[in-house]
C-alpha cells in the first residue's frame, strides 16, 4: 500500500512539471530573440507600394469600415461554441472503461443538451441566410 501512495505522490509532484515550464521558457525566449534578431538585422525600406493597403492581390475599393451582416458573427459564435463541446467528448473516449455506466449516463446527458442547443438553434432560424 505504501508503494502505490508513493507512486502517487510522485505522479502528481509539482517537480514533474519543471520540464514543460523549461521548454515553454525557452520556446518564448526563442521567439523573442527571433522577432528581435529580424527586426534588428532586417532591411527597413518604406515605400509607397510597400506602405499601400494589400489583401489577396485586389485593389481596394470602398470603404472598410462598412456594416457586416450579424448572421456571419452569428454562424462564426455557432461555430467556436459547438467545436469546443465536441472537446468535451475526448476525456470520455480515453476512459470510458473506468468511467462506466456512471460516466455514459454522464455523456448521454451532455449529448442530450447539446441537441437541445442545436434544435433550439435550428428553430430559430439562427443558420438561415436569407430573410
Known amino acids: 500500500m505504501y508503494f502505490l501512495d508513493a507512486a502517487i505522490n510522485e505522479v502528481n509532484s509539482s517537480a514533474n512539471y519543471f520540464p514543460i515550464g523549461l521548454q515553454l521558457l525557452f520556446a518564448i525566449g526563442f521567439v523573442g530573440l527571433m ?26 475599393v470602398g470603404n472598410a469600415r462598412q456594416p457586416m451582416a450579424v448572421k456571419y458573427f452569428l454562424v462564426a459564435i455557432l461555430f467556436v461554441l459547438f467545436d469546443v463541446e465536441v472537446i468535451f467528448f475526448y476525456p470520455y473516449a480515453v476512459n470510458f472503461r473506468e468511467l462506466g455506466w456512471a460516466g455514459f449516463g454522464a455523456l448521454t446527458m451532455f449529448v442530450a443538451f447539446f441537441l437541445a442547443g442545436f434544435y433550439y438553434i435550428i428553430k430559430k432560424g439562427a443558420l438561415k441566410w436569407e430573410d
Open 35 to 60: 522577432m528581435g534578431l529580424t527586426h534588428f538585422f532586417g532591411p527597413k525600406r518604406s515605400t509607397d507600394d510597400k506602405l499601400q493597403n494589400f489583401e489577396s492581390g485586389i485593389e481596394s
